[in-house]
């Protein structure tokens, strides 16, 4: 008889997070702000706005294309990942990924790729229950396999 204990899955869907839309917002404008006063030519500060609205862009939390949909921590420890095309991704979760009361990130790395991919979950991201079960099962030692 195994000791093994078995694990329920875990699926959640993701909403985007109003905090770290919030953080991002007030770290780019910020940034944005910071290079007024400095002695730069105007041409060298709009080519730095333009790098900060950029990198703003592409670190904007997605729904649509690019975006996961829904995230299944299965009972055997692998995870799968839906795309928001309906594409499953089979992933393993990586020991580097963090847990706070307030903020999950999940690394992950893609199956049959080199690619590793982050998942951000502040705590208004997922309802207050979900959130603190996969909490609870990352602090149970499920990262180490």
Not at 15 to 24: C, K, Q, T
Not at 123 to 138: I, S
Request: overall charge positive; aromatic content about 6%; glycine content about 8%.
């Amino acid at each position: 008889m195994s000791s093994k204990k078995s694990v329920s899955p875990l699926t959640f869907t993701p909403e985007p997070s109003r905090v770290l839309m919030l953080i991002l917002l007030v770290s780019h404008l910020g940034g944005a702000a910071l290079l007024w006063p400095l002695d730069l030519s105007a041409a060298v500060k709009a080519l730095l706005v333009a790098l900060l609205l950029m990198s703003l862009i592409a670190s904007w939390p997605r729904r649509g294309k690019g975006g996961l949909q829904r995230l299944t921590w299965q009972a055997d420890g692998d995870w799968l990942l839906q795309a928001h095309g309906g594409d499953d991704i089979e992933a393993t979760l990586l020991p580097g990924s963090y847990r706070h009361p307030w903020l999950v990130v999940l690394n992950f790395q893609l199956e049959g790729s080199r690619r590793r991919r982050s998942v951000v979950l502040f705590a208004d991201a997922l309802e207050p229950e979900m959130h603190r079960k996969l909490r609870v099962r990352l602090g149970l030692g499920c990262l180490e396999k």
